[in-house]
């Protein structure tokens, strides 16, 4: 990858206004665009689990996205959890 290339599907005056705009940001609106775009990837993630797994109510839903994002490990201590909280 050459330096300062950061994309194989943008041109690089697309890129360089793109850049442009993010430098001209405020850090608060970075932080607010960062927060939206990760809010839109996770939901898109979910969408997919509900697609593929259309069987699974919203609970399993949530509890295959931890098993698949951050391991099975977490994702059993939490299913421990809400079962002792329900117990």
């Not at 793109?18 to 979910?46: F, G, H, Y």
């Not at 949530?62 to 329900?86: C, H, M, N, S």
Request: proline share 5%.
């Amino acid at each position: 990858m050459t330096a300062g290339v950061y994309t194989t599907d943008t041109s690089p005056e697309a890129q360089a206004v793109q850049l442009e705009c993010l430098r001209r940001m405020t850090p608060q609106d970075r932080i607010r665009q960062m927060c939206a775009m990760s809010r839109q990837v996770r939901n898109m993630a979910l969408d997919a689990i509900r697609r593929r797994h259309p069987d699974l109510d919203e609970s399993e839903v949530q509890l295959l996205f931890i098993e698949l994002t951050y391991g099975k490990p977490l994702a059993d201590d939490v299913r421990r959890w809400k079962a002792e909280r329900l117990a």
